[in-house]
Every structure is written in C-alpha cells, then in structure tokens.
C-alpha cells in the first residue's frame, strides 16, 4: 500500500478523559481496533503521560488521545495530570471528548463527578462535541437504570447530554464482544462533531478539598433521592427515548451488514466468473498448443536462386554486349586491368529493358 502523507489532512482530536482506572486506554483500543495503549492491571499501567495515536478517518486526520486521570491522593501528582491535560488541548483544540466514568454496582463514583467539574469550568465543554461514557456496567442491572442514570447525569451536571453511552462489561477475550462494545461506542461518537476548545481558567483542584468535595457530591445525590418521585415522568421518557435509540443502533447494524454480506456476496460471484473465464481461456491455450505439436512436419524450403521469369511484354529488349577493345584493358601491366582483376569483373553485362 503507498504512503499517504496526513500533513495535509484536516486535523482534529479525540480527547479521552477520566479519572484513573476507569477504563480510558481500554475504550481507545477497542476504538482503534488494536492494542496501542497499556491497560493491563499492574503497577506500571497508570498513565502517566499524555499519550497519542494518529489515524485517518475519510479526508479527515483524527490524534485519539489517553490522558492521565486528574484526581490522585498527591498533589504534585495533580498539578502534573494537568499539565498533561493542558498538552492534548493545546495539539487538538478542535476535538470530540469522550468523558469516561467508572462505576460501583452501578453507582457513579463521586471523584468522576468531581473531576468532569474541574475540567469542564477550565475547558467548557459543547454538548454537540461531547460523549459521556459509563464505562463497565454490569450486564443484570434494574430495567430503567439507563433512564435514571439520564435523569440525574442532567440534574448533576446541569446539561442535556445527548450523547449518553451506557457500555456493559465485557470479557476482553471475547472478540464478539469486543467488536459489539466498539460499534456501540462507536455510533455515538460519529454522532458527535469536532469543537474548538478555548481554556478560560486553570483546572482548580487542590487534594486537601477532595474530601469536602466528595461530601458535596454526596448531599446532592441525597437530595435527588428523596426528590426521585418528581423525576419519575422524566426517567420513564427518557428510559423510552433509550430504548428506541437502541433498536434504531440494531437496527442501522443489520442494515450495514445486511449490506456487507450483499457486496460479500457480489464479490464471491464476480471472483467465480473471474475463475471459469481463465479456465476457460486456459483450455483453449492448451488446446491450440496440442495442435501445434501435433501437426505434420513442414516441407523443406528450397532456398536456391531462382531467376526471374522473362518478361513477357512486347517491347523488344535490347541486350548490348560491351566488350573493351582498348589495348589496356588487356595490358596485364595497366592500371585498369589491375583494377578490374582485384574485384574480380572480367566482363560486364548491361542488360537494358
């Protein structure tokens, strides 16, 4: 395949946040399709540092980015994720964010909601640029969890989100379930359009005020609850509004198979044709060829010197015998004699037509 250059292309981002350990390197392979990004669990597979990997999406040059997570229990640990984050918004400020958030049972974790504040106050984030991933869910979880967790995503975060993923846990051994997590992720993401972002302050987060943070964080969850009665129309909505969204993304899946298996199809039996042609001509080499070894031998050519026939018009040929008479032409001594023996020319015969 020849070397396409993306200096070029049109350049943007896709910004992956989070806090550590919710799956940030994980969601950019699957997205990738290959392993780019550490995420095993051992010591060594916390990022540290702004992480990138260029692809080529159509006309466009996207940079997928797995940034370290901003909260960690040290605050010079802190102010060195910030500055990470600083350098994927300073490469890309034109970008789609995929903010991922962990989860416990089900239940969001406090310092996810805490960071998604820091970063967004710092970095304002447009919702028509924006997914909100909650990543690893278990698979048995209650029949409205995707409409309640909407509901109080919009009431926490005081934004519509429209692009609310819900992604199941799966067993990363299992390639089906691989490519199922990245259609899905991948569905709402291309529903998402690049925006510029401009900083508008530094991320304020110091570790001391985690703590009265996470209290905060507590409270409002507390307080949504014992209101949970109010939002129930807008839970049940929005669990519907799910729903449809979810069949339309099978839906719209076994289409484009349905299409891919048609073209599958139409290239097996262009392949076929393709095949019996050549078969086809094969044979009819094959066959000239035992014609030609077995046909007879050729009659020898007669390659002597056959004269041209006389002519047969009725003008009257002349033929003129000329004949040197001159005493040196037949003086052995003379230099026209000598002449004429070295090439071998006693006589000359001019024959006139």
């Known amino acids: 395949m020849p070397y396409i250059s993306l200096s070029h292309l049109p350049k943007y981002g896709l910004i992956i946040l989070g806090n550590s350990g919710v799956g940030k390197s994980f969601l950019a392979n699957i997205l990738l399709g290959k392993e780019v990004f550490q995420h095993k669990f051992s010591s060594s597979s916390v990022t540290h540092e702004t992480e990138s990997y260029e692809v080529q999406l159509g006309e466009t040059s996207f940079a997928v980015f797995n940034i370290p997570g901003l909260i960690e229990a040290d605050q010079n640990r802190i102010d060195l994720n910030k500055q990470e984050i600083y350098k994927a918004f300073d490469q890309r400020p034109n970008s789609i964010i995929i903010y991922v958030f962990g989860n416990t049972n089900g239940r969001i974790r406090d310092e996810d909601f805490i960071a998604f504040n820091a970063i967004n106050k710092a970095f304002p984030f447009n919702e028509d640029s924006l997914v909100i991933a ?19 995503f919009q009431q926490y975060l005081r934004m519509k989100l429209p692009n609310l993923c819900f992604l199941n846990q799966i067993n990363e051994d299992n390639q089906s379930e691989r490519e199922r997590l990245r259609e899905k992720l991948l ?16 991320i304020k987060l110091n570790a ?3 703590s009265e943070l996470k209290e905060g964080v507590r409270k409002q969850q507390e307080a949504y609850e014992r209101q949970k009665a109010q939002f129930q129309n807008q839970i049940d909505k929005a669990q519907q509004k799910y729903a449809q969204l979810e069949k339309d993304r099978q839906s719209d899946i076994a289409d484009f198979e ?4 048609s073209l599958n199809k139409n290239l097996l039996e262009a392949n076929r044709q393709h095949y019996n042609e050549i078969a086809s001509h094969q044979k009819e080499i094959n066959s000239l060829s035992r014609k030609l070894r077995d046909r007879p031998n050729p009659a020898p050519i007669n390659n002597h010197y056959y004269p041209p026939k006389p002519s047969t018009s009725k003008k009257k040929s002349v033929s003129v015998l000329f004949w040197c008479f001159k005493s040196d032409f037949f003086n052995p001594s003379s230099n026209a004699f000598q002449t004429l023996n070295a090439f071998r020319f006693p006589t000359f015969i001019w024959r006139i037509e």
């Open 134 to 152: 909650i990543n690893s869910l278990p698979k048995k979880r209650p029949e409205n969890y995707e409409g309640e967790a909407t509901v109080k």
């Open 187 to 202: 569905h709402v993401t291309i529903c998402c359009r690049p925006e510029y972002h401009v900083k508008q302050q530094e």
């Open 258 to 261: 349905k299409k891919i298996n």
């Open 208 to 210: 001391d005020e985690i």
